[in-house]
């Protein structure tokens, strides 16, 4: 027993110093960490972008990156989101007679120090029809032609007049002919040309914004540096003197966002350009390093309804769902109050194009007065219940057995939401959905689907009651409306997923298309946007805000627009503290 | 060779005739077993955590009659709306929504052994039959049934089932113990069909056969109750993995979101960003999941050592 | 010759079981519910968008014809183009693998080691309170639940301590300076500490089981026994004989056991955003990238049914019987 005691007594002393080995060793690596270079913002990227290619990197990760890279000829002003000139010198000249556009072209040299000229824009536009890029191609299609009488100077002729060319055509980024010459030439010779473009590799993409890449390490990080070249350094662009004053960038890739914010916590990084659930805003808020930024978001998140099929064909049936549907509740519980209840289809941060005077369903009533109206609606439209919600003295019961006025019994309600994972918000929504759906009698289940399952079934098949979903990034431009409601569309995989079908509607929602004077445009939309609220299609829910947080100890500056700080303002403005306080 | 179960090896040498002998006295030697079992440390232990967690997963049936705010997925206190830590009238605090987090580990604990039971069960019997079938009929059939049960042995489960979710959308509960089932019957298999192996050139079994029972008659009549026993002991270890592949999916987002579990838990506590703030809501799931299945592990151990007299006696010495 | 035979015999089996693996891959990701189109192609496109992209990436094909041009292409080695990504699978798929193989290769020799070790000396004192202790930490290793204890691994040591860091591979600042191989080479191994803990923690506890119960079993032989008659010293007896004889079945069944060490790796991965073939699998898995799911997927099927030729392999060259 001697030698097993012995033995105990060595190892617990070998495991002992195996573990203040260990300790010690890291305790020395992290203390020999480089201090680091004052110049250096740090950005933590949710996931790795999908490609440095831009016409496959549309995803969000990767326009992150690109966005510093390639440019467009017009963007929106950060506070104001009117169109401005970027790449352009001023705002175009319009002839009504010719439908022309002639716009002028700020001396902008590219990131190798080669000059940016009409020849680019001709060339970006001959890429777009060549390849018909998708997104773009169905938006420049009202191009008759581009002219270019000189180096700076672009002509864009039209087939007809378009409410939508400045918002849709003119932000679309430029890209090189010198870059990307050679390599369009030889994919138009493949058989799948556009397919072949988007497998280029790219290594060092070439552009006319304020960084270029230095450095990608695939998995870890993107390393960016200034661009000597850039064209708005010193220029007051949107109310904004532009710099950029870091030296450079530098994207971390985080695999899960807890992570992400402890580094923010820790001063890793500076910035994490993702979204931010409300659960971490209570340790956030405690900490004097840190500040957050709650910006409302260009967002639809709604209810939508299958309009080709019973029950949901019965405009009525939506609107007594419309009643019960608590959107103060989601708005303090789920959202925990950071954000807007949403009026409708139009966010109210539009400020522009929304129309308050919606009709509103039951608003700020309680859930008894919801469910009595509710009820009061269905039971004049001819639905009746085994047992009622609401008895004959008045008290809310447990309603059973709905029928429609037809008198047959109402199959099951299955209201599809996106899954947990990808957003809790939106399938705890359709669970509470489906609670007040039963207050009033309606055998309503809602059901987590697969995202990619959850588009087929709902864009593609058309096989659904109702569903959840969100825009997360709806344009400014309030055009979507027509794409979403126009009869045209309702086709599979056609944008019009709840089948909606109104003459009337399709007819003011192509007019206002051609429309060029905002004001009378405007009351087209108002007018759109009150047909909707009355017939349901979509019932507009909430609008979170985007929160973020920055690390503040090394720099300041940021620029706050709809969609958050994340953006080319922000890189081009941002400035490390010491030169603040100079 | 040791027969492996996930990774973790269980001796069957000599384990024959400890088994044959359970057939007769059935009652007498159940009660002797149990003796056996119940003063062995490890089984004690593990039936102690057990009775715990059976209670807990009964509780949940209560909780909710006694306030609709204890329901584990709807019920919502109305006072409260962002997570809060324990205090009275919620043990445990609550999430982000206002839901009793005691009510959740209750649910939990009661969801685990639903799908640890009965996942472990269809696995059992699936390869019970298998391994029966396989040992009994020899040959070419045998050849294909254990390749089969070689494939199956050596693909990492948790990876199949993210892909198969992610293909076929969200499973429901039911589903996803098939599917840990199906992944999981091969282990056993082999066991039962060594078992098998040696049993059928029995006596017993040869008298049968020249008194003409049909094939299946042997198989079910003669075979099964010798291999029984060890089917059981397999059960134990097989509940464990599949608490834990359920509890992995959930947390990754694959689970079913209609139900309440201890993954589950911890997918929302993870997503809704507060699991570094609210140990209260992060810890006691994840201590449940470990407790759960070492309890059941310390079990199939137990039972192991009854099974097989020889280790008991060294154990003992 | 015979040994020739059964080798071949085995290899053919593997190849078969590859076949088939690919095959059911295929159809399980091309006949699941809704359409591939709809998981490939951004859902906000329009539909004439949607059939532009879908010709060009050759899914309007008939499925026979783009299962027959899967099959060419794997056989070739052309493991085609990730949707995602824009490059060939081969491509990502060789950036990662050197990243998991560093992790895995080096968490399982330490656990093997440690579990072997450590297993030995719980047997031997098989009773006492020290292999209680040491079993029972075993079964709690073995039964933690992986991401949970990671995170909370990350939490206490990587912020709260704060000596480890957040994930990751690498500190950029480090490396986007001019530093040198050696200050890499330490900033690498500083990052891969915690998930090698994790990973380390969860296989040691079945290698202590495992050499445990074999110790167990080698100790029951006769020529321990003879040993012992022979008036050898017990530490002789216990690592000359026993030992050697016990840690065989651990070394073989590092093969055996690599599903399970899969699993866990994936999550692993995920958790301490490890850039490795594992979280490459999940992420594929979640954005329906095909290529490299499959490709991902038939990596790790070929890597387990190699690894068990190879112990299939060694058993037969100790245990000649088996062949004959």
């Known amino acids: ?582 | 060779m040791p027969i492996w179960i996930r990774g973790l090896p269980i001796d069957v040498r000599g384990r024959t005739k400890g088994v044959f002998m359970l057939k007769n006295h059935y009652v007498q030697r159940f009660l002797q077993s149990w003796k056996i079992f119940i003063e062995n440390p490890l089984g004690k232990t593990g039936v102690i955590i057990l009775f715990v967690f059976m209670v807990m997963a009964l509780a949940s049936f209560v909780v909710p009659h006694i306030n609709p705010m204890y329901d584990p997925m709807i019920g919502i206190d109305p006072n409260i709306s962002i997570s809060t830590g324990p205090s009275l009238t919620h043990w445990l605090g609550t999430d982000n929504v206002g839901r009793d987090l005691f009510a959740q580990l209750l649910e939990g604990a009661k969801v685990a052994f639903i799908v640890g039971l009965s996942s472990a069960f269809f696995s059992i019997v699936l390869g019970m039959v298998i391994g029966m079938i396989s040992g009994y009929a020899g040959g070419t059939l045998d050849t294909f049934l254990m390749r089969t049960a070689d494939i199956i042995m050596v693909l990492p489960s948790l990876v199949i089932l993210l892909i198969l979710s992610s293909l076929f959308g969200q499973f429901n509960i039911w589903i996803i113990v098939f599917i840990i089932a199906i992944m999981r019957w091969p282990a056993v298999s082999r066991v039962i069909r060594s078992q098998t192996l040696s049993l059928k050139h029995r006596p017993f079994i040869e008298a049968s056969k020249v008194a003409g029972a049909s094939h299946l008659r042997i198989i079910f009549r003669h075979i099964m109750p010798n291999v029984l026993p060890l089917a059981f002991l397999y059960m134990t270890f097989r509940v464990t993995s599949a608490i834990l592949v359920e509890a992995a999916l959930s947390f990754l987002g694959f689970g079913d979101p209609s139900q309440v579990s201890w993954g589950m838990m911890l997918q929302w506590v993870w997503k809704s960003g507060n699991m570094f703030h609210a140990p209260y809501w992060l810890l006691p799931p994840g201590i449940s999941i470990s407790l759960l299945t070492l309890a059941f592990y310390l079990l199939g151990r137990a039972m192991d050592e009854v099974l097989d007299p020889r280790l008991r006696k060294e154990g003992r010495a | 010759m015979r040994n020739q035979i059964y080798i071949l015999g085995k290899l053919m089996e593997i190849v078969i079981i590859f076949f088939v693996i690919m095959t059911v891959l295929f159809f399980l990701f091309r006949l699941s519910p809704g359409d591939p189109v709809s998981k490939v192609v951004d859902p906000m496109l329009t539909p004439e968008d949607t059939q532009y992209l879908i010709e060009q990436m050759g899914l309007d094909k008939p499925i026979w014809e783009q299962y027959m041009v899967y099959l060419k292409n794997c056989s070739t080695g052309n493991l085609g183009v990730s949707f995602h990504y824009g490059e060939p699978v081969f491509k990502i798929i060789k950036e990662r693998l050197g990243w998991t193989i560093l992790l895995f290769t080096s968490s399982t020799v330490l656990a093997a080691l440690v579990g072997v070790f450590l297993g030995k000396i719980s047997a031997w004192n098989k009773g006492s309170r020290l292999d209680n202790i040491l079993s029972i930490s075993a079964l709690v290793c073995y039964t933690l639940f992986i991401p949970w204890f990671a995170l909370l691994l990350l939490w206490i040591f990587g912020f709260k301590i704060g000596i480890f860091p957040l994930g990751g591979i690498l500190s950029p600042e480090l490396w986007v300076t001019n530093s040198s191989w050696f200050a890499r080479g330490l900033d690498i191994l500083h990052h891969m500490i915690l998930p090698l803990i994790t990973l380390f923690i969860i296989n040691l506890g079945s290698y202590l089981l495992l050499m445990r119960s074999s110790m167990l079993g080698v100790l029951r032989e006769d020529y321990i026994i003879t040993a012992r008659a022979k008036g050898l010293s017990e530490k002789v007896i216990r690592n000359k004989h026993a030992a050697k004889n016990a840690a065989l079945p651990v070394v073989t069944s590092v093969g055996l056991s690599l599903a399970f060490s899969i699993n866990g790796g994936a999550l692993t991965e995920q958790i301490f955003t490890w850039p490795g073939i594992g979280r490459e699998l999940i992420f594929a898995v979640s954005n329906n990238d095909y290529p490299l799911a499959q490709a991902c997927f038939l990596l790790i099927a070929l890597v387990v049914l190699l690894a068990n030729f190879i112990v299939d392999m060694l058993y037969a060259y100790l245990d000649p019987r088996i062949t004959h």
């Open chain 1, 1 to 582: 027993m001697g030698t097993s005691l012995k033995l105990r007594v060595r190892f617990c002393f070998n495991l002992l110093l195996l573990v203040i080995m260990l300790i010690a060793v890291a305790a020395f690596l992290s203390s020999c960490q480089k201090p680091r270079n004052p110049g250096l913002l740090n950005i933590g990227l949710p996931e790795e972008p999908r490609s440095l290619n831009l016409w496959l990197g549309t995803d969000a990760n990767s326009r992150k990156i690109l966005s510093q890279i390639y440019q467009p000829l017009y963007r929106r002003h950060p506070e104001t989101l009117e169109i401005i000139p970027w790449l352009a010198r001023e705002n175009p000249v319009f002839d009504k007679k010719n439908l022309t556009y002639t716009v002028k072209l700020r001396d902008v040299k590219w990131s190798d120090g080669s000059d940016f000229t009409s020849e680019d824009v001709l060339f970006t536009k001959q890429m777009v029809f060549d390849f018909k890029i998708p997104r773009y191609y169905s938006k420049w299609n009202i191009i008759k032609k581009i002219e270019a009488p000189d180096a700076h100077t672009v002509v864009f002729h039209l087939k007809k007049p378009s409410a939508i060319f400045m918002s849709r055509v003119m932000t679309v980024p430029m890209v090189s002919k010198k870059e990307w010459g050679t390599i369009a030439k030889e994919a138009l010779t493949k058989a799948k040309p556009l397919r072949s473009l988007q497998d280029y590799e790219i290594e060092k993409p070439l552009g006319t914004g304020p960084f270029v890449l230095s450095e990608y390490k695939k998995g870890s990080y993107i390393h960016m540096k200034k661009n000597p070249y850039f064209f708005g350094r010193g220029q007051k662009i949107g109310n904004h003197l532009l710099g950029p004053y870091v030296d450079s960038l530098l994207f971390r890739i985080y695999g899960t966002s807890d992570v992400a914010i402890l580094a923010l916590e820790k001063g890793d990084i500076d910035y994490y350009w993702g979204d931010i659930q409300p659960g971490y805003l209570k340790d956030l808020k405690e900490l004097d390093s840190i500040d957050l930024y709650f910006n409302k978001k260009s967002a639809l998140y709604f209810l939508g309804f299958n309009l080709r099929k019973p029950p949901f064909n019965d405009k009525l049936l939506r609107q007594a769902v419309a009643m019960v549907v608590n959107k103060e509740f989601i708005l303090t519980r789920i959202l925990q109050n950071f954000g807007t209840p949403m009026q409708s289809v139009i966010p109210s941060g539009n400020h522009f194009w929304f129309n308050p005077n919606v009709r509103k369903y039951e608003d700020g009533k309680t859930r008894d007065e919801r469910i009595k109206s509710a009820y009061g609606l269905l039971k004049a439209a001819g639905y009746s219940w085994d047992t009622p919600p609401v008895s004959e003295d008045g008290k809310i019961v447990t309603p059973s057995d709905i029928r429609l006025p037809s008198g047959e019994t109402m199959d099951d309600i299955v209201i599809l939401t996106p899954p947990a994972d990808y957003d809790p918000k939106r399938a705890f929504t359709g669970t509470m959905v489906q609670e007040w759906c039963r207050q009033i009698g309606l055998p309503a289940f809602s059901r987590p689907m697969a995202f990619n399952s959850l588009l087929d079934t709902v864009k593609g098949k058309h096989e659904f009651d109702a569903f959840i979903l969100g825009y997360g990034k709806l344009n400014l431009d309030p055009d979507y409306l027509r794409s979403f409601f126009d009869s045209k569309n309702d086709k599979p995989r056609g944008w019009n997923m709840s089948g909606y079908h109104n003459l009337k509607f399709d007819k003011l929602a192509r007019m206002q298309t051609t429309l060029i004077d905002e004001k009378k445009r405007k009351v087209v939309i108002w007018k759109m946007q009150e047909m909707i609220l009355e017939d349901l299609p979509y019932l507009p829910l909430y609008n979170p805000y985007v929160i973020e947080a920055i690390f503040n100890e090394r720099f300041d500056g940021w620029v706050s627009k709809v969609d958050g700080i994340g953006n080319i303002w922000s890189m081009c403005v941002v400035k490390p503290v010491d030169s603040l306080e100079e």
